[in-house]
Each structure stands twice: as structure tokens, then as C-alpha cells.
């Protein structure tokens, strides 16, 4: 009862500071759309102009995790993203761990361990890191948020692959990287961010080597019926109500994603849809932010924060409907010799980087004063 009640008060604080931070609740109405039909392209561009620019997302993606990624870290650790579950009980935390070692091996990357990586979308540096130790790999981590890269430089040289990981502030859209320069490009979670997301998939077929594999899991919405132009109009209204909480421009299916690789000329591409092994991720985190602890954080870090929180079971919702869908694709770059300009060597990682310097250390106090411990979800230990 104690337990219950402390959760009722928690839940009501959390309702006064929506109220405060301005958060709507509900899903708002969609202009221009009559109920339950499906609209046209032009009216879903109208409502992608409702929303923010491109600068205005890229200020605000970063300006989200420089205030969230402290919280979630002391929480989760160091994986910023779902877990895979399958029929044992775990730890969340190797639940996220498993999630980038059935990626790897489903993509077929283990069979061909890449030398240099990057990752696209890195947040404090978990997958690199795990990459790094599993390959014997170098590579480079890229995130608009100087908080994470920050975060994500001093974690990995107090774990002793300081030399072989680099992080950077860098858009995915405009990577400041030479054509060819790695043998696998990692991005977790981070495609669902891209306001052009073919310009996204343009820009990880460049940087990747003749050779070299694209891996990309993304939040998406459900491929498209035959005959239907867009999706429907409450589809489109929870994921704009989600889209407001986590500055998402719009989302694309999985089958978007795969015209848009084989556009750049990808080979043996394939996907799958790992919904049904995420199921248990949100509830989860909604588990998580009822923690007294994790609570305290959750205020201290604002509004955005906030705003991200409440619209967790809209996620939920999304996948029950079998609107939001957790993809993931994989293709490989071949290039024939006869269309390879001249042969290049393998670009050294001192050439892809700038000269080395000292990673920005913010000034907000999530910065890189040294954070307790991970609980790893002791409390809980399964889900």
C-alpha cells in the first residue's frame, strides 16, 4: 500500500509539471483531415511544416539530450536504446547488450569483422564501445550533442579504448568524413531523428568502403498498404503528439528505407521487423521514471525531459496498433573495380578526425563529473 501510494503522488507530481511545462496530453486534431481518412501527400506536408525546421530540430535533438542523457544514464548505463527480449528473463541492461549482438550477428557482420566503425547517432558511446571490445575495431562516434560526445570520450578512456574511439558533434546529414573511410556503419536509433531520410542513407553509403556494411535500426511506421497514399489520419496524429516530445521530423516505413538504399546502390539488402523482441522496453522505462530516484532526476533535468516521459505510452499504443514498428535493414557497398576512381588506401583514423584536442566540457551539471554507478535495474533485476 505504501509502494501504491508513494506511485499515485509521484504520477500526480508528474501531471503538475506537464501542466507547468505545457504539455498536452491528448492528441491534438490534425487540420485539414476529416476523420478516420486517409489523406494526401500534400496534406501531410502541411503538417510536417506544422511542425519544426530543420534547424529547430537539430537545435532541439540536441539541446534534449544534453538534459536527459545524465538522467538516463544513472538509471540505464551506458546503452541508450531498446533491449532485445526473447522468452528468458534478464536485466534490462544486458537486454540492451544482446540488442547490439543479435543486430551484428543477424546482419551478418560477424562474419566479417570490420577494422573501423563509425556510429551514427552515438549518444555516450555504448555501442562503440561494446563494437570496440568485440572486433578489436577502431572508430568514431558522431551526435549533436556536445553533452553526450563529451560524456562518451570520458567514458571510453576511463575503459582504456581512449586511443581507439573518437566522439564528435557532427549531422548525420553533412558528416565531415571521406568517401570510403569505414568498413561498417552503425546507427542505433538515430535514423528516426533525420529530417531527409534519404539524404541519411546517401550519407552512410558514402563514408562506408566498397565492401564495407550499413546496419540501421530505427523507430518506423508500418509499410504501406497497396493503394494507400499515406497513412491515416489518427496514425498521423499520435505520431505528431509523439514527434512533439522527442523533436522527430516525419517517419518512414521500413520499405522506405529499402528503396532509398537500393537508390545508392546497396547490395544484398534485407530487413526484419524486431518489434515483438522490444515489447517490453517501454514499459519498462515508464517502470523506471515511477523510481524515486530516477523521479528526482526526471524533474531536475526539465521540461523536455518531461515531455519525452509523458509520451511513453503513446508508444506503446503505436506498436499495439501495429503503427510503430521497431526495423532494422542491412546492405552491403560493392563497387566494381572499372567504377572505383583509383585504388585508395585505407584512410588512417588520424585522418578522419580533427587534430586532437580536448572533448567540450559543458557547463551543465550532468557533465562529465563522475556519475554513480549504473544500477542495472537491481531493483527490478528482470522484466
Same mark, same amino acid.
Given at each position: 500500500?505504501?509502494?501504491?501510494?508513494?506511485?499515485?503522488?509521484?504520477?500526480?507530481?508528474?501531471c503538475c509539471c506537464a501542466c507547468v511545462a505545457g504539455v498536452r496530453? $491528448?492528441?491534438?486534431?490534425?487540420?485539414?483531415?476529416?476523420?478516420?481518412?486517409?489523406? !494526401?501527400?500534400?496534406?501531410?506536408?502541411?503538417?510536417?511544416?506544422?511542425?519544426?525546421?530543420?534547424?529547430?530540430?537539430?537545435?532541439?535533438? +540536441?539541446?534534449?539530450?544534453?538534459?536527459?542523457?545524465?538522467?538516463?544514464?544513472?538509471?540505464?548505463?551506458?546503452?541508450? *536504446?531498446?533491449?532485445?527480449?526473447?522468452?528468458?528473463?534478464?536485466?534490462?541492461?544486458?537486454?540492451?547488450?544482446? %540488442?547490439?549482438?543479435?543486430?551484428?550477428?543477424?546482419?551478418? +557482420?560477424?562474419?566479417?569483422?570490420?577494422?573501423?566503425?563509425?556510429?551514427?547517432?552515438?549518444?555516450?558511446?555504448?555501442?562503440?564501445? *561494446?563494437?570496440?571490445?568485440?572486433?578489436?575495431?577502431?572508430?568514431?562516434?558522431?551526435?549533436?550533442?556536445?553533452?553526450?560526445?563529451?560524456?562518451?570520450?570520458? /567514458?571510453?578512456?576511463?575503459?582504456?579504448?581512449?586511443?581507439?574511439?573518437?566522439?564528435?558533434?557532427?549531422?548525420?546529414?553533412? %558528416? #565531415?568524413?571521406?568517401?570510403?573511410?569505414?568498413? /561498417?556503419?552503425?546507427? %542505433?536509433?538515430?535514423?528516426? *531523428?533525420? @529530417?531527409?531520410?534519404?539524404?541519411?542513407?546517401?550519407?552512410? +553509403?558514402?563514408?562506408?568502403?566498397?565492401?564495407?556494411?550499413?546496419?540501421?535500426?530505427?523507430?518506423? *511506421?508500418?509499410?504501406?498498404?497497396?493503394?494507400?497514399?499515406?497513412?491515416?489520419?489518427?496514425?498521423?496524429?499520435?505520431?505528431?503528439?509523439?514527434?512533439?516530445?522527442?523533436?522527430?521530423?516525419?517517419?518512414?516505413?521500413?520499405?522506405?528505407?529499402?528503396?532509398?538504399?537500393?537508390?545508392?546502390?546497396?547490395?544484398?539488402?534485407? $530487413?526484419?521487423?524486431?518489434?515483438?523482441?522490444?515489447?517490453? =522496453?517501454?514499459?519498462a522505462v515508464i517502470l523506471s521514471a515511477l523510481r524515486p530516484r530516477? =523521479?528526482?532526476?526526471?524533474?531536475?533535468?526539465?521540461?523536455?525531459?518531461?515531455?519525452?516521459?509523458?509520451?511513453?505510452?503513446?508508444?506503446? $499504443?503505436?506498436?499495439?496498433?501495429?503503427?510503430?514498428?521497431?526495423?532494422?535493414?542491412?546492405?552491403?557497398?560493392? !563497387?566494381?573495380? !572499372?567504377?572505383? #576512381?583509383?585504388?585508395?588506401?585505407?584512410?588512417?583514423? !588520424?585522418?578522419?578526425?580533427?587534430?586532437?584536442?580536448?572533448?567540450?566540457? @559543458?557547463?551543465?551539471?550532468?557533465?562529465?563529473?563522475?556519475?554513480?554507478?549504473?544500477?542495472?535495474?537491481?531493483?527490478?533485476?528482470?522484466?
Amino acid at each position: 500500500l505504501v509502494v501504491a501510494a508513494m506511485h499515485i503522488i509521484i504520477i500526480g507530481a508528474v501531471c503538475c509539471c506537464a501542466c507547468v511545462a505545457g504539455v498536452r496530453t $491528448r492528441i491534438p486534431p490534425l487540420r485539414g483531415a476529416r476523420s478516420g481518412s486517409v489523406y !494526401s501527400r500534400a496534406t501531410s506536408d502541411a503538417a510536417q511544416a506544422e511542425l519544426r525546421t530543420v534547424e529547430e530540430l537539430r537545435a532541439g535533438i +540536441a539541446g534534449f539530450y544534453d538534459s536527459s542523457s545524465g538522467v538516463w544514464e544513472k538509471v540505464w548505463g551506458e546503452h541508450m *536504446h531498446h533491449g532485445f527480449y526473447d522468452d528468458s528473463r534478464k536485466d534490462h541492461v544486458q537486454a540492451q547488450v544482446d %540488442m547490439i549482438d543479435k543486430v551484428l550477428e543477424w546482419s551478418g +557482420a560477424d562474419d566479417a569483422p570490420p577494422t573501423s566503425v563509425l556510429d551514427v547517432g552515438c549518444g555516450i558511446g555504448g555501442s562503440s564501445r *561494446h563494437i570496440a571490445r568485440k572486433y578489436g575495431s577502431s572508430g568514431i562516434g558522431i551526435t549533436l550533442s556536445p553533452v553526450q560526445a563529451a560524456r562518451a570520450q570520458q /567514458l571510453s578512456n576511463d575503459q582504456g579504448l581512449g586511443e581507439a574511439l573518437s566522439f564528435q558533434v557532427a549531422d548525420a546529414l553533412r %558528416m #565531415p568524413f571521406a568517401d570510403n573511410s569505414f568498413d /561498417l556503419i552503425w546507427s %542505433m536509433e538515430s535514423g528516426e *531523428h533525420m @529530417p531527409d531520410k534519404q539524404q541519411f542513407v546517401s550519407e552512410l +553509403a558514402r563514408v562506408c568502403k566498397p565492401g564495407g556494411r550499413v546496419i540501421v535500426v530505427a523507430w518506423c *511506421h508500418r509499410d504501406l498498404e497497396p493503394g494507400e497514399q499515406a497513412l491515416a489520419m489518427r496514425e498521423e496524429r499520435l505520431l505528431r503528439t509523439i514527434n512533439r516530445a522527442y523533436f522527430l521530423p516525419r517517419w518512414c516505413s521500413v520499405a522506405d528505407y529499402m528503396r532509398y538504399a537500393s537508390e545508392q546502390g546497396l547490395s544484398e539488402i534485407k $530487413r526484419d521487423d524486431w518489434t515483438d523482441k522490444v515489447k517490453r =522496453f517501454w514499459p519498462a522505462v515508464i517502470l523506471s521514471a515511477l523510481r524515486p530516484r530516477a =523521479f528526482v532526476g526526471l524533474l531536475r533535468s526539465g521540461t523536455k525531459t518531461i515531455r519525452g516521459a509523458l509520451v511513453m505510452p503513446l508508444m506503446i $499504443r503505436g506498436q499495439r496498433r501495429g503503427l510503430v514498428k521497431f526495423g532494422l535493414w542491412t546492405g552491403r557497398k560493392t !563497387s566494381s573495380p !572499372s567504377s572505383l #576512381p583509383s585504388p585508395v588506401p585505407p584512410t588512417p583514423l !588520424s585522418m578522419l578526425v580533427p587534430p586532437p584536442s580536448a572533448p567540450p566540457v @559543458p557547463s551543465s551539471p550532468i557533465a562529465v563529473t563522475g556519475a554513480a554507478a549504473p544500477d542495472g535495474f537491481k531493483w527490478g533485476g528482470t522484466f
